[in-house]
């Protein structure tokens, strides 16, 4: 990024220029109003800031960057490895009861975890591969999924 002379700041901007995807503002809304809602990423808070700023500003975990004086990227903290599951097993120790979605390899432990997972806009082989888990396209398939999951308990 440097030798390009890209800031952090240069790819905000980039950032900010980013909509979330279509229905996902609505799904987090109606989402929090059936329960707390925690999103659990491996981004970085500083990329993460203009995009959750559009969702309403839903509660995020993630990792940090390291910014220079001069403000370009110098480096990255990771709160914890596997972090997605360690905060899950850090809710579950509180009593919360947890249901996650994700998409990814690196979402498979914290889905695992959760007393309820489901797979959300996956690609295929990890459909295939995780069969035991439902897997949703659909923003209001996933809510209606977790609202049963709710209720039932």
Do not use: W
């Not at 700041?9 to 609505?26: L, R, S, V």
């Not at 659990?40 to 559009?54: G, N, Q, R, V």
């Not at 990792?63 to 579950?92: C, M, P, W």
């Amino acid at each position: 990024l440097k030798a390009h002379k890209l800031k952090l700041k240069d790819i905000q901007n980039t950032i900010e220029k980013i909509n979330p995807m279509d229905g996902a503002k609505n799904f987090l809304d109606n989402l929090r109003e059936l329960s707390q809602v925690v999103i659990l990423s491996d981004t970085f808070t500083e990329f993460a800031l203009p995009l959750m700023k559009k969702l309403g500003m839903p509660t995020i975990f993630c990792n940090s960057l390291t910014v220079s004086e001069d403000g370009f990227i110098s480096g990255y903290t990771l709160r914890q490895d596997n972090g997605k599951y360690h905060a899950v097993k850090g809710f579950q120790s509180m009593g919360y009861k947890i249901i996650a979605s994700g998409d990814s390899y690196n979402d498979i432990e914290m889905i695992k975890q959760a007393e309820k997972g489901f797979l959300f806009r996956s690609p295929a082989h990890i459909q295939e591969e995780y069969k035991e888990f439902q897997s949703f396209v659909e923003y209001d398939e996933l809510y209606q999924a977790i609202k049963r999951e709710i209720q039932e308990k």
